[in-house]
């Protein structure tokens, strides 16, 4: 079983929609959480990043974590086409080593 | 802020050749940054985690001698591929975590598509 699973898509939805992405985790000791959005050939961009259980807000993005559940979300609301994209969730345990577990990454098209 | 550079963007090289890719960041000390391979269509591997000044911490099946790691600075760690074969074709990209910042995110380069011939 994977530490962090996320289902590869691909997701298609129309432009304006709300999007939900999702990723689950096995590993209770994951403490931080982040979603990546990566557009073809191109590095990984930082789109949010939470720590603690709860809803974090950034203009059109809102992040969601569940440590109960082990579930974290990521919401995109009047989606746009310039959002197609590849969304990693990444996760990381306590101390210094700042390594990340990667989700396999979510491909989103949002059609005009 | 927070800003990775790579260089090259993009190399072709013949196989048996060795290949040095930098990461800088351009606005922030780094101390540690983390190299990762992309296939198509696939997620991030983590290759090795670099500190500066000190020897780079491999992942399990990593070549160390085959990819080698130098974090010379706080602002500059370099990939070398030596005696590229074409099975090492593959995105690279690297990342850096850096002590003003939160500590727990990490900002990534733009990538570098090898392609080995």
């Known amino acids: 079983q994977k530490e962090v699973e996320q289902d590869p898509g691909p997701l298609s939805v129309p432009e304006g929609a709300i999007v939900s992405l999702n990723c689950t985790y096995s590993n209770s000791a994951f403490q931080y959480f982040m979603w990546y959005r990566q557009y073809s050939r191109k590095g990984p961009e930082l789109l949010m990043y939470t720590y603690s259980s709860g809803n974090k807000e950034d203009g059109r993005f809102t992040a969601q974590v569940d440590k109960s559940s082990k579930y974290i979300s990521l919401f995109i609301r009047d989606s746009q086409p310039s959002d197609s994209a590849t969304y990693l969730c990444?996760?990381?345990?306590?101390?210094?080593?700042?390594?990340?577990?990667f989700g396999q990454g979510t491909t989103l098209q949002v059609k005009p | 802020g927070a800003v990775v550079s790579q260089h090259p963007s993009w190399v072709i090289c013949k196989s048996g050749t060795s290949v040095k890719i930098e990461c800088r960041s351009l606005d922030f000390q780094a101390t540690t940054m983390f190299w990762y391979r992309q296939f198509p269509k696939q997620s991030l591997m983590l290759m090795a985690t670099s500190n500066e000044g000190s020897k780079a911490t491999y992942e399990q099946g990593v070549e160390k001698d085959k990819f080698l790691i130098n974090h010379a600075s706080l602002t500059l760690s370099t990939l070398t591929v030596t005696s590229a074969h074409p099975e090492d074709s593959s995105f690279y990209i690297c990342s850096a975590q850096g002590p003003g910042l939160a500590g727990y995110e990490q900002y990534f380069g733009p990538g570098t598509r090898l392609t080995v011939t």
């Open positions: 990444a996760m990381k345990r306590p101390g210094n080593t700042g390594k990340l577990i």
